[in-house]
């Protein structure tokens, strides 16, 4: 199964996330196939000596096509599933899958969300530009997706929802919300049109089990902050991180030197 | 573009098409989502796309209305002029808003920490990471 990882804009040189995206990369070609870099030509700079994906394209515009990039910090991967023909997986750069997945019908999203009204507002919460117009036959209360894993089968169905989702954030006004018109865009509109055109949606994981002892999915997530505010944290990963690419992926040990020098 | 439109719930495959299920707010999202014009010059449709690319008018595009003047500006698509549509309210009001003006009213605070954006948040639990320890 072919995968995308996305990369959009200058990539913090954090080096705890430079090793995730690495075994990301590795870890998804040895048990799942293909995964291809797409990305903006600043990041196809940054991360020009990783040779840990199948092929890179520096097709995402830098301007993503006048996309607020503050509020739409994940603009990116809507713009590279647009251009990606399905059946396409896209995959965040803090998620890795450790084993063969078998992929069938369904739209398959990392889990659900709960709908927490402080991150997943009503719609008259958004300010849009005049002619954006709610689609008055969603149903609002469909779970959102979270999308850190995202299998998209259909070409028609992943048309309608990455159109939907990108003039969604070109018709929103500027402002210093850079969460909830985010997640509307991109994991509650893909509820929202999964729902509507009755489209099948799996999870990988059930949102109220996410803590519980599994040894198939990892997703740093909300550690990723705790790493920038505790370095002891950030070494002892890093390290282990280490040892995984030199014990199950020894071709790619120059990765680590490539890493290390990497100035903050 | 090897992929059918879906409009009014319905997949459209042929520009000609287009006309009897007519569906300005998803085709506004093909428009503006960057994939309507292709489609269209790859489905029979090089006429619309031209009227569409001039004007910017959807409904002028298809044939529903005649050719507007001008285009009044954030008016682009033909659509409704008031804008959004009504929808009931899901919820009660969130404590953070946007003001008309674009200005964010701090007051809501997200679950899970600023990092969460990285991987999608939105969970209450979105401040961990799960699957850690596999590493």
């Known amino acids: ?264 | 573009m090897k992929c059918c439109l879906w409009l009014n719930g319905v997949k459209v495959w042929n520009a000609r098409d287009i006309k009897n299920n007519f569906d300005p707010t998803s085709l506004r999202g093909y428009f503006m989502g960057g994939s309507l014009l292709r489609w269209l010059e790859a489905n029979g449709g090089e006429e619309e796309a031209k009227k569409l690319e001039e004007t910017g008018n959807i409904e002028y595009a298809f044939g529903m209305t005649e050719k507007p003047k001008a285009t009044p500006p954030g008016y682009a698509c033909g659509a409704s002029e008031q804008g959004n549509t009504e929808i009931p309210a899901l919820f009660p009001p969130d404590a953070g808003t946007c003001s008309a003006g674009g200005k964010f009213l701090a007051g809501g605070t997200a679950a899970g920490s600023g990092s969460s954006l990285a991987g999608g948040s939105g969970s209450a639990s979105g401040s961990l990471g799960y699957g850690l320890y596999i590493i």
């Open chain 1, 1 to 264: 199964m072919r995968a995308i990882h996305v990369s959009t804009l200058a990539p913090r040189a954090e080096k705890f996330d430079l090793y995730s995206t690495v075994l990301s990369a590795l870890t998804w070609r040895k048990y799942n196939g293909e995964i291809v870099h797409i990305c903006d030509k600043q990041s196809a700079q940054f991360y020009e000596e990783f040779d840990v994906w199948d092929s890179v394209k520096p097709i995402i515009p830098d301007d993503l096509e006048g996309i607020n990039p503050t509020m739409f910090w994940a603009a990116g991967k809507l713009l590279a599933l647009r251009e990606t023909d399905s059946p396409v997986v896209m995959l965040d750069k803090d998620f890795i899958v450790w084993k063969k997945l078998e992929l069938g019908d369904s739209v398959v999203a990392a889990h659900r969300e709960d709908l927490n009204p402080g991150v997943y507002p009503d719609v008259s919460y958004f300010q849009m530009q005049t002619g954006y117009r709610f689609n008055p036959y969603f149903n609002y209360t469909a779970l959102p997706l979270n999308t850190a894993f995202l299998y998209l089968p259909d070409e028609d169905f992943k048309q309608f929802y990455v159109n939907m989702a990108i003039e969604f954030m070109k018709s929103a006004h500027d402002c210093s919300d850079y969460l909830r018109y985010m997640v509307y865009a991109e994991q509650r509109l893909l509820a929202l049109c999964a729902d509507f055109l009755k489209h099948p949606v799996e999870t990988l994981l059930d949102k109220d089990r996410l803590f519980e002892p599994q040894a198939d999915y990892t997703h740093l997530w909300g550690e990723k902050q705790k790493m920038r505010d505790n370095p002891d944290a950030e070494r002892e990963f890093n390290t282990r991180c280490r040892a995984r690419i030199m014990r199950d992926f020894p071709g790619y040990e120059h990765i680590i030197s490539i890493i290390e020098r990497i100035k903050p």
